[in-house]
């Protein structure tokens, strides 16, 4: 089954663009894949408004997201991969969406399988009735 995260990215960036509020998204930028502006990442994250207003060619797919923008009157291509956005929520009242960091993937390297311990297998889920 395919992931639920982009279909919930492009809803809620739809929601909030319908009441008027700016659409931010928050992206951990250590993804190997993500291309932003380094100069603008602060602890590892950056914040980026994708308005209609501020962004050109916004593409939100399965994987990625992907425009240009203006960053200090520079325009620049900004590619962040799905993987690697943490919320999208609105900047007037912070309304919106934060997603649970994901393991890497099968064909994405990490730290452990560089040389580190080898990831921990994880059984069945375990549920309870609780009354």
């Not at 934060?98 to 921990?120: D, R, V």
């Amino acid at each position: 089954m395919t992931s639920n995260k982009p279909y919930l990215i492009r809803a809620i960036y739809e929601w909030l663009s319908d009441n008027d509020l700016t659409p931010y998204l928050a992206v951990n930028t250590s993804h190997a894949e993500c291309m932003v502006p380094e100069e603008y990442v602060k602890d590892g994250q950056i914040i980026l408004n994708i308005a209609t207003q501020a962004v050109h060619a916004l593409l939100m797919g399965n994987d990625a997201i992907e425009f240009s923008a203006r960053f200090g009157g520079v325009p620049r291509q900004v590619y962040v991969p799905i993987d690697a956005v943490t919320a999208i929520y609105a900047k007037e009242n912070g309304q919106g969406i934060a997603f649970p960091e994901e393991p890497p993937s099968e064909g994405e390297s990490s730290e452990s399988s560089s040389g580190g311990s080898p990831p921990k297998k994880r059984g069945k889920p375990n549920l309870k009735i609780v009354k």
